[in-house]
């Protein structure tokens, strides 16, 4: 996710979050919290970085390829459709995920963007 922040009315940082958080923790206490902002270059939505030290790595296996189990609801009729594809449901849902994404942005979703940055 790129972001762009904000510092009173200036852009500070834009990119990964991991690049500049240290830059981030060195700016020290704020006279506002309102001062510094931090937008989805995507989607204009305000976000919350995680200025917090590093977590320890995780041991290697499936969770550390950043596979996350959730619970999906489907119709009957979908799970027969998912389990007849090559590879079963995850690996389809996986693939029809990773072409919505690539197929890229509405111009609604754009302007949308727009809006919610523009408001905040």
């Not at 940082?13 to 001062?35: C, I, N, Y």
């Not at 693939?95 to 890229?104: C, F, H, T």
Request: glycine share 8%; net charge negative.
């Amino acid at each position: 996710m790129a972001v762009t922040v904000f510092y009173k009315d200036d852009v500070i940082a834009r990119g990964q979050p991991g690049d500049f958080t240290q830059a981030l923790r060195d700016l020290g206490p704020l006279a506002r919290s309102s001062d510094l902002l931090a937008f989805d270059d995507d989607t204009g939505r305000q976000v919350d970085l995680d200025l917090t030290e590093p977590a320890a790595p995780r041991p290697r296996g499936r969770p550390s390829l950043g596979v996350e189990a959730r619970e999906v609801t489907l119709l009957p009729r979908h799970w027969e459709w998912l389990a007849g594809q090559p590879g079963g449901a995850s690996v389809t849902l996986r693939k029809l995920v990773e072409a919505a994404m690539r197929a890229g942005r509405s111009e609604r979703e754009c302007l949308d963007a727009a809006c919610r940055f523009l408001t905040v």
